[in-house]
């Protein structure tokens, strides 16, 4: 009996290796199209652009009334003079003052429409950070192969590459055959009402495009681990945004004669309760589309595990949560970000509250979410409240077979020798979220290599990039 046992073990041990070793076998990825080409070379005025730009503080501040209106108008002055032939070709609609709407017509009114998009604001600097700069922050220093300067990748550079492909390929007589939308938004750095507008705009002109390709993901070498070559991540989805406050009343009192339990107690527990209970880590389906891209470009051991995820998921989920960014790719997160009690030294507070900000994976609704949190907490006492304004659902995930991506996708492989497009989930916000009735197929992708400093000091990237930015934009307009 042990006998059969053991052979039907051995079988049944054979039976999983031969499985495992065929789906690595037949797990493959994406090939290079045949055309490649080798990127080209920007002219000198292209950067001088770049830096001209980037004098402009066109920054966005959470206080409306610190809004440069000098500022934007100046740097659209430039714009205008900048690409003459942009702007006497194309036609140009203003919303929300500031938001820029340009449409290039195409010769085949049958094709869909294409929406590229990118924002004129900046982020602030912290004045307390400003000494810490390298160079000035707003000086547009061109220094050591970079171009230095807040903006510079985000999001000046998909910008100016996008005007200044469009001004070459009108200089040489080009015509696109599908209708071309540039949009380009003024507030995005705090909440994108222009891109609001124009998306209403688009949709009262009855534009559904076959993509709307927005800021997003870059190309990565050597960031994800086990794979060495160069990946263009293409955002098929951003996570939700939901900020919540928790807050506790309970009779205060003199500090000298506190009660066994105080509002500050109550929170703390809490906080502590979700902090170890997180969301379940899962893979959602731009998980999934990023496996199946880069687990065929891996060595053969890491291509079996990613070729097999319905045996080895909850190990890869396990390896991907001990990084934050990894963590944050597989769960819906979660974090205090403010609290608040007290008002002296000698004074139990009455109240506590904590603000908690949590970033949604596609499927993970706020209202399930929100009631998740109650069962965590598990106490009546801790009132649990969205914050207004603060919620937003995950994007829709677009197909990687939809036409947006493969135009994207396909893209990469022509025109970045060696790089391989993967779809991937967008952390953050952008400007695209509100394109949703516009098309569907949404894709967020900025083409330069591993910027540095994004928002924060020496904020950086390579002339090699801009090169790359250029010449991306360029390529894909022409395929359109």
Do not use: C
Request: charge should be negative; aromatic fraction near 10%.
């Amino acid at each position: 009996m042990w006998k059969r046992i053991s052979l039907f073990l051995l079988f049944a041990i054979l039976l999983l290796a031969g499985v495992l070793v065929f789906n690595t076998i037949r797990f493959k990825g994406p090939s290079a199209a045949n055309d490649t080409q080798g990127i080209s070379k920007s002219p000198e005025t292209a950067l001088e652009h770049f830096r001209q730009a980037l004098r402009y503080q066109t920054i966005s501040h959470g206080d409306s009334s610190r809004f440069d209106t000098a500022a934007f108008r100046g740097f659209q002055r430039f714009l205008r003079s900048s690409y003459p032939r942009v702007h006497s070709v194309m036609t140009v609609d203003v919303v929300r003052e500031y938001t820029l709407i340009y449409t290039w017509r195409g010769t085949q009114a049958d094709l869909k429409p294409v929406v590229l998009m990118a924002h004129q604001d900046v982020v602030p600097i912290e004045e307390a950070t400003r000494t810490m700069w390298t160079v000035d922050p707003f000086g547009g220093v061109v220094k050591d192969g970079y171009i230095w300067g807040r903006g510079t990748t985000d999001d000046k550079i998909n910008l100016i590459s996008i005007f200044e492909s469009a001004e070459k390929l009108l200089e040489s007589g080009f015509v696109p055959k599908r209708t071309i939308y540039f949009v380009f938004g003024h507030d995005e750095e705090i909440g994108g009402r222009g891109a609001q507008a124009a998306a209403a705009w688009l949709k009262a002109h009855n534009v559904h495009a076959d993509l709307v390709l927005d800021e997003g993901g870059v190309i990565t070498q050597d960031k994800i681990p086990g794979l060495t070559k160069p990946v263009a991540l293409l955002g098929t989805s951003e996570k939700g945004y939901l900020s919540v406050e928790l807050r506790v009343e309970k009779a205060g009192g003199h500090s000298s004669m506190p009660d066994k339990e105080t509002a500050l107690d109550i929170l703390s527990r809490a906080l502590v309760h979700l902090r170890e209970h997180p969301f379940e880590g899962k893979f959602t389906q731009p998980m999934t589309d990023f496996v199946n891209a880069v687990g065929p470009q891996m060595p053969f051991f890491q291509r079996m595990i990613f070729a097999n995820t319905w045996l080895f998921e909850s190990m890869l989920i396990g390896i991907y949560e001990k990084s934050g960014p990894g963590n944050a790719m597989v769960r819906t997160t979660m974090v205090p970000t403010i609290i608040q009690a007290g008002m002296k030294d000698n004074v139990v507070p009455m109240v506590a509250t904590a603000t908690v900000n949590l970033r949604l994976l596609p499927g993970d609704a706020s209202v399930d979410v929100i009631k998740r949190l109650n069962e965590i907490v598990n106490d009546e006492r801790v009132s649990i409240t969205p914050l207004p304004g603060l919620v937003a659902e995950a994007s829709e995930v677009t197909a990687t077979t939809s036409t947006g991506y493969q135009l994207v996708a396909g893209n990469v492989l022509k025109a970045l020798p060696g790089v391989t497009p993967s779809p991937f989930l967008m952390i953050g916000a952008t400007d695209s979220r509100f394109m949703s009735e516009v098309s569907d197929g949404i894709v967020k992708f900025s083409p330069m290599v591993d910027p540095i400093g994004f928002h924060g000091i020496d904020e950086r990237v390579s002339t090699e990039s801009f090169d790359t930015s250029i010449w991306f934009f360029s390529q894909l307009i022409k395929d359109l």
